[in-house]
């Protein structure tokens, strides 16, 4: 990671965590590399505030190349779903839950936690707000982060409100050394096909000879607006793509019934990156609101978290099979 160092001042190093008004107990960055994911168990722990175990499991997931979406030190479904795509990676049974083999596997006694020196391109293109309303969407010249805090936590896959816990005194100014995770490089390789499990709520990228390469967790449809079915084939990728709204062919957007053109950026409708299926209308998609995926409905499309649809578009191209299906996990074929 560029920008990266070993150490912060000591003050730093002793971080108060807090959950709306409620005080919680001090995280340290060293307990979070000092952790063991061993002590996690099988079943999901009830949490109310991140823990230093469930952080470093995360981001091993992460760099495994099983997303657990946003790394907030939670564990809720998508931690869940993130160990049965590791299971499913290394042909281990696939139950979800965090057992001996999987922690034997996935443990690195390397760290996870580095420092970062807030460089003065961290600050620009950032926008004062971003309205809710399309129409105001449509007249703003870029859908950019709202903060350097919102910009790293983006970069390095982090929910903003852990970022800032573990940063309680930075201004997150040029220059500022600040802790975040390292999540790890990008996975690369040229997925074959693409399988869209509505059941899992998840997306799996599946390599020439059946691996897995990669899997995320994801939004997909709704009720209202469900997803397609059957197999598609990928038609293209934009990215930083602006949103064409028409609410004639997709949903309406507050009191607006005329078609806008939203500008670009990782907090447009869409996020960062489209990848555009042969089902006219419907694509494969980032978003602005990341620690929302696999929670609220989408209008049709697939939702990723920005980081997860920019990795997985560079593993596609145009031809690459899409099939959607519904069942409690994939078998390649």
């Given at each position: 990671?560029?920008?990266?160092?070993?150490?912060?001042p000591m003050q730093l190093l002793v971080l108060a965590i807090s959950v709306g008004d409620t005080a919680a107990r001090e995280l340290l960055p060293e307990a979070i590399d000092s952790a063991s994911i061993a002590t996690i168990?099988?079943?999901?722990?009830?949490?109310?505030?991140?823990?230093?175990?469930?952080?470093?499991?995360?981001?091993?997931?992460?760099?495994?190349?099983?997303?657990?979406?946003?790394?907030?030190?939670?564990?809720?479904?998508?931690?869940?779903?993130?160990?049965?795509?590791?299971?499913?990676?290394?042909?281990?049974?696939?139950?979800?839950?965090?057992?001996?083999?999987?922690?034997?596997?996935?443990?690195?006694?390397?760290?996870?936690?580095?420092?970062?020196?807030?460089?003065?391109?961290?600050?620009?293109?950032?926008?004062?707000?971003?309205?809710?309303?399309?129409?105001?969407?449509?007249?703003?010249?870029?859908?950019?982060?709202?903060?350097?805090?919102?910009?790293?936590?983006?970069?390095?896959?982090?929910?903003?409100?852990?970022?800032?816990?573990l940063n309680p005194v930075s201004q997150f100014l040029s220059g500022d050394t600040v802790w975040v995770v390292n999540p790890g490089p990008l996975r690369d390789g040229k997925a074959k096909r693409i399988e869209v499990n509505?059941?899992?709520?998840q997306v799996l990228a599946y390599a020439e000879d059946g691996s897995l390469l990669a899997v995320y967790p994801a939004t997909i449809g709704s009720e209202d607006n469900p997803a397609p079915s059957g197999r598609h084939k990928?038609?293209?990728?934009?990215?930083?793509?602006?949103?064409?709204?028409?609410?004639?062919?997709?949903?309406?957007?507050?009191?607006?019934?005329?078609?806008?053109?939203?500008?670009?950026?990782?907090?447009?409708?869409?996020?960062?990156?489209?990848?555009?299926?042969?089902?006219?209308?419907?694509?494969?998609?980032?978003?602005?609101?990341?620690?929302?995926?696999?929670?609220?409905?989408?209008?049709?499309?697939?939702?990723?978290?920005?980081?997860?649809?920019?990795?997985?578009?560079?593993?596609?191209?145009?031809?690459?099979?899409?099939?959607?299906?519904?069942?409690?996990?994939?078998?390649?074929?």
């Amino acid at each position: 990671m560029s920008s990266m160092k070993a150490a912060l001042p000591m003050q730093l190093l002793v971080l108060a965590i807090s959950v709306g008004d409620t005080a919680a107990r001090e995280l340290l960055p060293e307990a979070i590399d000092s952790a063991s994911i061993a002590t996690i168990g099988a079943e999901a722990p009830a949490l109310a505030d991140p823990d230093p175990a469930i952080v470093r499991l995360q981001v091993l997931l992460d760099r495994a190349g099983s997303s657990p979406g946003v790394i907030d030190g939670l564990y809720g479904e998508n931690l869940s779903k993130a160990v049965a795509g590791f299971e499913a990676m290394n042909s281990l049974p696939v139950d979800g839950k965090l057992d001996r083999d999987v922690v034997a596997r996935l443990e690195d006694p390397g760290p996870v936690v580095a420092s970062y020196v807030v460089s003065a391109e961290d600050a620009t293109g950032l926008v004062d707000r971003i309205p809710e309303d399309y129409g105001e969407k449509a007249k703003m010249e870029s859908l950019g982060y709202t903060s350097v805090a919102e910009k790293l936590s983006e970069r390095f896959h982090m929910d903003i409100d852990l970022v800032k816990a573990l940063n309680p005194v930075s201004q997150f100014l040029s220059g500022d050394t600040v802790w975040v995770v390292n999540p790890g490089p990008l996975r690369d390789g040229k997925a074959k096909r693409i399988e869209v499990n509505k059941k899992a709520g998840q997306v799996l990228a599946y390599a020439e000879d059946g691996s897995l390469l990669a899997v995320y967790p994801a939004t997909i449809g709704s009720e209202d607006n469900p997803a397609p079915s059957g197999r598609h084939k990928v038609k293209g990728v934009a990215r930083m793509p602006v949103y064409r709204y028409n609410p004639k062919l997709n949903f309406k957007q507050g009191n607006n019934d005329k078609i806008l053109t939203i500008p670009k950026g990782p907090n447009g409708p869409v996020g960062s990156v489209w990848i555009d299926l042969t089902e006219p209308t419907y694509g494969i998609h980032g978003t602005p609101e990341p620690k929302l995926i696999d929670k609220v409905g989408s209008h049709g499309c697939v939702r990723l978290t920005n980081w997860d649809a920019e990795e997985l578009a560079g593993m596609v191209r145009p031809g690459v099979r899409v099939d959607f299906v519904n069942r409690s996990w994939a078998v390649p074929r």
